[in-house]
């Protein structure tokens, strides 16, 4: 019976970790919003199951103080590209014998025309509708991308040969949201212990 609670435990981790994306977007009132959840489905009033797990995400280039909101953190910051990342949301967990673990980039804007974070998915051009996916600098090529809408209905894409990936026309109003994985394996450490299949997650939002 133990056994069986352990697996449970650890298939819920997983399912967690791969299902969720971390995101950010702009608030009401300006304010950089953080989130965690999954960004194609409606959000719970009070935020996801799971938000209690994001705690501290990193900024890049900023600092600023973190208040908790309702399902998000929010952060002070002036207008323009906002970056963050955390590789302690979700303890690592058993997968294919292995353990595994999840780092999550978020980036809101596209006024910015290059690429900072490990993983990233950046506008070719400034404001542009064609965006680069990004691991060190290099392009992914063949690689999944999807783009959720203000409705919230979702659009697989991928990459081509060079990295790239084209949007469609964007006829709604709203918060667009592009997200992107890659699967790596070898020997990493996250601050919750060593693993050795490492997901790393990266979305980038905009408002068209």
Same mark, same amino acid.
């Given at each position: 019976m133990k056994k069986l609670l352990i697996a449970a435990l650890a298939l819920g981790t997983a399912s967690l970790a791969q299902a969720h994306e971390v995101w950010i977007e702009r608030g009401a009132n300006g304010a950089a919003q953080i989130w965690l959840g999954e960004p194609e489905l409606p959000i719970p009033a009070g935020g996801d199951p799971a938000f209690p797990s994001l705690k501290a995400p990193k900024l890049v280039g900023a600092t600023a103080a973190q208040t908790r909101g309702a399902g998000y953190i929010e952060v002070a910051l002036p207008p323009g590209d906002v970056r963050a990342w955390d590789d302690d949301v979700f303890k690592p967990w058993d997968e294919d014998g292995k353990k595994a673990g999840v780092i999550y980039y978020a980036r809101s804007g596209r006024s910015e025309a290059k690429a900072v974070m490990p993983l990233? +998915? *950046?506008?070719? *051009? *400034?404001?542009?509708?064609?965006? &680069? +996916? /990004? #691991?060190? %600098? #290099?392009?992914? *090529?063949?690689?999944? &991308?999807? +783009? &959720?809408?203000? %409705? #919230?209905?979702?659009?697989? +894409?991928? /990459?081509d040969a060079s990295g790239q990936v084209a949007l469609p026309a964007l006829h709604e109003k709203g918060r667009y949201i592009l997200k992107a994985s890659v699967k790596e394996e070898g020997d990493f450490t996250l601050p919750a212990g060593k693993v050795a299949i490492l997901h790393r997650t990266t979305t980038t939002s905009f408002v068209n």
């Amino acid at each position: 019976m133990k056994k069986l609670l352990i697996a449970a435990l650890a298939l819920g981790t997983a399912s967690l970790a791969q299902a969720h994306e971390v995101w950010i977007e702009r608030g009401a009132n300006g304010a950089a919003q953080i989130w965690l959840g999954e960004p194609e489905l409606p959000i719970p009033a009070g935020g996801d199951p799971a938000f209690p797990s994001l705690k501290a995400p990193k900024l890049v280039g900023a600092t600023a103080a973190q208040t908790r909101g309702a399902g998000y953190i929010e952060v002070a910051l002036p207008p323009g590209d906002v970056r963050a990342w955390d590789d302690d949301v979700f303890k690592p967990w058993d997968e294919d014998g292995k353990k595994a673990g999840v780092i999550y980039y978020a980036r809101s804007g596209r006024s910015e025309a290059k690429a900072v974070m490990p993983l990233e +998915l *950046a506008p070719v *051009a *400034a404001n542009g509708d064609r965006f &680069v +996916l /990004t #691991r060190d %600098g #290099r392009p992914v *090529a063949d690689s999944e &991308v999807s +783009l &959720v809408s203000p %409705g #919230r209905w979702q659009l697989a +894409l991928k /990459t081509d040969a060079s990295g790239q990936v084209a949007l469609p026309a964007l006829h709604e109003k709203g918060r667009y949201i592009l997200k992107a994985s890659v699967k790596e394996e070898g020997d990493f450490t996250l601050p919750a212990g060593k693993v050795a299949i490492l997901h790393r997650t990266t979305t980038t939002s905009f408002v068209n």
